[in-house]
């Protein structure tokens, strides 16, 4: 069975810096890409970017290029969401999800449990 | 504001068919395919719809989907309680170097 398990909840202050989790198991890790979506509170999905395990070619996209960054460590089958310096309207749940293999992914499923972060002074 | 353009909600009573459109553009929908999420209360995103019409296993029939030029719809036949959820339309973009978008997302209420 495919599994995605997130790391759990973050409350941080405005400026903090803070990387969250995404460890996958139940097929082969390299070959599928791993997809980042944020949710603020209320609103809808919006596709953050995506990292290919196998050679860590990273996408982001337009709203996110530059705010964060993805990285992965494949010996332990784990991605990662990084950001340098929160801000408060950094506060989302934040979902991982696998996608296809290929030049891109053009879909994502399963995802995984989500991460909420908070960021509040 | 999404580059899929989708219904704020929608509602129908149980047995009911309910429809749900979204509409982009030549770089997304009109040259990729159009991927379908449920979103239930509380719960992480589920793929229902993959390449414009087919059902991942697992998911009723009952869930259908389809594409013509630019926009793409969902269809709920026989409407069921446990459908009340958040739809979203999702496509890869060409423009920009490539990125995926979602739909603002569809409030679906069974009456």
């Known amino acids: 069975e495919v599994q995605l398990v997130q790391s759990g909840a973050e409350v941080k202050k405005p400026g903090e810096s803070l990387k969250i989790s995404c460890k996958s198991s139940g097929y082969t890790y390299t070959r599928y890409w791993i997809g980042w979506v944020r949710q603020m509170p209320g609103k809808g999905l919006e596709w953050m970017g995506m990292i290919f395990p196998d050679d860590s070619e990273t996408r982001y996209g337009p709203s996110f290029e530059g705010q964060v960054t993805i990285s992965v460590d494949k010996s332990i089958t784990t991605a990662y969401l990084q950001w340098s310096s929160l801000k408060a309207s950094d506060t989302a749940m934040y979902y991982c999800?696998?996608?296809?293999?290929?030049?891109?992914?053009?879909?994502?499923?399963?995802w995984g449990q989500g991460t909420l972060v908070t960021v509040s002074s | 504001q999404s580059v899929l353009i989708q219904p704020p909600s929608a509602s129908g009573t149980p047995g009911q068919r309910v429809t749900i459109s979204c509409s982009g553009s030549?770089?997304?929908?009109?040259?990729?395919?159009v991927y379908w999420y449920q979103q239930l209360p509380g719960t992480a995103p589920k793929l229902i719809i993959i390449?414009?019409?087919d059902r991942p296993s697992g998911v009723p029939a009952r869930f259908s989907g389809s594409k013509s030029g630019t926009s793409a719809s969902l269809a709920i036949s026989g409407l069921r309680s446990e459908d009340e959820a958040d739809y979203y339309c999702a496509s890869w973009d060409d423009s920009l170097s490539g990125h995926y978008v979602f739909g603002a997302g569809t409030k679906v209420t069974v009456l």
């Open positions: 030549t770089s997304n929908i009109g040259s990729n395919y």
């Open positions: 999800a696998r996608g296809t293999d290929g030049y891109y992914s053009d879909w994502f499923d399963p």
């Open positions: 390449k414009n019409h």
